[in-house]
């Protein structure tokens, strides 16, 4: 499915954000821009405008929440490349922050992308003040000690020692599935919904969470550099517990491919053919290259 719609808008709303929150003369503000514009995937913001859709909303009015959520990401994204942490020096096909501006301005610039994507939540005019109390609760559990960062604790825990299944699942449901399912729960925020329908939205995004881990397990196997935009083989180097290391590359392909079919199914069921362009965006995610 053509998704350019929805990334050009993301992009654009980006740079208001970065207009509106940073002053023009801050290295750290040039860091920031530097990781956040014009690069990534824009998956949590797609799959948020894509529920919204489904849910009977209108997308366009979720572009502030997608920005905090993209601005949030790439917050962990460049914390996560620092050398106390998983140290790589490549992301989204380019040096990582710290290797373009510096370990101490790429910090600051995580903070500050942190900071406003909060600031992007409670400064929107699209949502009522309740939403918005709703949706500041939602990003702070999902990117906090019980989401993001747990799973984030756990995965530097396990570096060297292996993690069964439990372990893992736990690792990265919290490290990444937490700001997906965000994703889906914002993007169907003030829409009208039964609880069948609530329900399905939860369960869809926990195992696409999931999923998205698991393909990034396989791409760090048998990904390219110049596709991944990032280095290939670094869980590896890290001594990482990881899908493949535990299940094996076909066995990992296998659980990835039916716990989508799974999730699509149980999203199918309630929404119907409302659910069909998202349902056929996980198959993009399902068989991405990067």
């Known amino acids: 499915m053509n998704t350019q719609i929805y990334i050009d808008a993301i992009e654009n709303e980006l740079e208001k954000c970065c207009d509106e929150f940073f ?24 799959l948020m405008f894509l529920t919204a859709d489904m849910c009977g909303g209108h997308w366009q009015d979720k572009l502030r ?30 040096p990582s922050c710290h290797k373009a501006f510096g370990e101490a301005t790429a910090l600051l610039a995580g903070d500050a992308l942190l900071g406003c994507g909060l600031e992007a939540v409670a400064n929107d005019t699209a949502l009522s003040d309740i939403a918005k109390i709703e949706a500041m609760k939602a990003f702070t559990r999902a990117m906090g000690p019980k989401g993001m960062i747990y799973g984030q604790e756990l995965d530097l825990e396990y570096e060297d020692k292996k ?20 994703s889906g729960y914002l993007g169907s925020l003030d829409c009208d919904l039964n609880e069948e329908q609530k ?34 083989g670094s869980d590896a180097d890290n001594n990482k ?25 149980t999203l199918l ?15 993009y995610l399902l068989n991405r290259k990067k």
Do not use: W
């Open 241 to 265: 517990s990881t899908f493949v290391s535990l299940y094996g590359l076909e066995n990992s392909k296998s659980i990835a491919a039916e716990m989508t079919q799974e999730a699509d199914n």
């Open 65 to 94: 929440l997608a920005s905090g959520v993209e601005m949030v990401h790439c917050y962990s994204l460049i914390h996560d490349d620092l050398p106390c942490m998983d140290n790589d020096d490549l992301r989204r096909g380019k």
């Open 163 to 182: 993690a069964d299944k439990i372990v893992l699942d736990t690792i990265h449901r919290h490290k990444t599935g937490k700001m997906i399912s965000l």
């Open 269 to 283: 069921k309630a929404f119907g053919d409302k659910a069909v362009p998202l349902v056929e965006y996980t198959s």
């Open 199 to 232: 329900r399905a939205i939860r369960v869809f995004f926990n195992d696409i969470g999931l999923v998205f881990q698991i393909v990034d397990d396989i791409l760090d196997v048998e990904g390219n550099v110049e596709e991944l935009g990032k280095p290939i």
């Open 23 to 46: 002053y023009d003369d801050s290295r750290v503000a040039a860091a920031a821009r530097y990781s956040l514009l014009k690069s990534g995937k824009r998956i949590r913001a797609v």
